[in-house]
């Protein structure tokens, strides 16, 4: 049987759907904030445009320059990330948003797979 590797923002991914599924909206808006962060991190080392430190500043200029190799909609993901964390949001625009986290973390995980060869 194949191993099957989960990245960080995976496992994020996983989190905020069982908490959302319990009705904790705003721990799982804080883990699929998680999974965008990851997966924003996970392209940067794909790209070779990861600083030294990671922080919040780091991250959104990392977001940008993602943006500006593989398109706009980068940033419309990570921005919908960013909303979940810090909005108050009603159900349907956090459907909206998680879909765009998860578009996201897919595109993490096809560029990390490329990155090992598994593509």
């Known amino acids: 049987m194949k191993k099957i590797l989960k990245s960080p923002a995976d496992i994020y991914l996983e989190?905020?759907?069982?908490?959302?599924?319990?009705?904790?909206?705003?721990?799982?808006?804080?883990?699929?904030?998680?999974?965008?962060?990851?997966?924003?991190?996970?392209?940067?080392?794909?790209?070779k445009i990861s600083p030294e430190n990671w922080t919040l500043a780091s991250i959104n200029r990392a977001a940008l320059e993602i943006s500006k190799v593989l398109g706009v909609e980068i940033l419309d993901y990570w921005n919908s990330a960013t909303a979940l964390y810090t909005a108050t949001l009603d159900q349907d625009t956090l459907k909206i948003l998680i879909k765009d986290v998860k578009r996201l973390v897919e595109i993490a995980n096809e560029k990390y797979n490329e990155l090992l060869g598994r593509s």
Do not use: P
């Not at 009705?23 to 808006?29: C, F, T």
């Open 15 to 47: 989190e905020a759907d069982e908490l959302l599924e319990r009705g904790d909206i705003v721990q799982a808006s804080e883990k699929y904030y998680k999974a965008a962060e990851e997966a924003i991190k996970t392209i940067s080392i794909y790209l």
